[in-house]
T-cell receptor, first 115, second 110 residues
Framework: GAVVSQHPSWVICKSGTSVKIECRSLDFQATTMFWYRQFPKQSLMLMATSNEGSKATYEQGVEKDKFLINHASLTLSTLTVTSAHPEDSSFYIC???????????FGPGTRLTVT | DAKTTQPPSMDCAEGRAANLPCNHSTISGNEYVYWYRQIHSQGPQYIIHGLKNNETNEMASLIITEDRKSSTLILPHATLRDTAVYYCIVGSSNTGKLIFGQGTTLQVKP
């Protein structure tokens, strides 16, 4: 089956620093990738949609200058949380779709803690 | 995107069928019904999707009412490993965007 990986699985950083999270589709080409954020005991919230070679489309209320998304290849998308603050601490999850958007394959998530 | 309504929690005995309902009364003609589940602290897992016909795969069955305003996900023989939050999502295949609601926490008990 389709596999999506994320790296790192968890990260702790200091307030004011930037953190990059990678999302890779291991055995298929991901035309579209999605980034979600999930706070404890809450549901997933879609942050942005990225298509390979195009600028990401952000959901309302998500700061594009704070959450930089790059989808440079069909197997890799990155999310950079710039100038992180404690309120950015969350579980960040990516998903990827191949030629069909009917099925999305989710990564295992990255837990970010900002101190 | 149409919204969905699910019961917050359900219990099911191990080995029994788990029937998870979902209401999506504002679904539009080109929107699909998707089901995903999330086991604690993991990424969601795709289960099944459908447009208007009932669907079955190795994991589950999806029953969609004729008016498409509601659906039921059926896990035929629930196991302890099926304990998870189950999300019913309505969305267009054009964008692939999935807007997650609060889902149903299914607890499978021995």
């Amino acid at each position: 089956g389709a596999v999506v990986s994320q790296h790192p699985s968890w990260v702790i950083c200091k307030s004011g620093t930037s953190v990059k999270i990678e999302c890779r589709s291991l055995d298929f080409q991901a035309t579209t990738m999605f980034w979600y954020r999930q706070f404890p005991k809450q549901s997933l919230m879609l942050m942005a949609t990225s298509n390979e070679g195009s600028k990401a489309t952000y959901e309302q209320g998500v700061e594009k200058d704070k959450f930089l998304i790059n989808h440079a290849s069909l197997t890799l998308s990155t999310l950079t949380v710039t100038s992180a603050h404690p309120e950015d601490s969350s579980f960040y999850i990516c998903s990827a779709s191949g030629s069909s958007l009917y099925e999305q394959y989710f990564g295992p998530g990255t837990r970010l803690t900002v101190t | 995107d149409a919204k969905t309504t699910q019961p917050p929690s359900m219990d099911c005995a191990e080995g029994r069928a788990a029937n998870l309902p979902c209401n999506h009364s504002t679904i539009s003609g080109n929107e699909y019904v998707y089901w995903y589940r999330q086991i604690h602290s993991q990424g969601p897992q795709y289960i099944i999707h459908g447009l208007k016909n009932n669907e079955t795969n190795e994991m589950a069955s999806l029953i969609i009412t004729e008016d498409r305003k509601s659906s039921t996900l059926i896990l035929p023989h629930a196991t302890l490993r099926d304990t998870a939050v189950y999300y019913c999502i309505v969305g267009s295949s054009n964008t692939g965007k999935l807007i997650f609601g609060q889902g149903t926490t299914l607890q499978v008990k021995p």
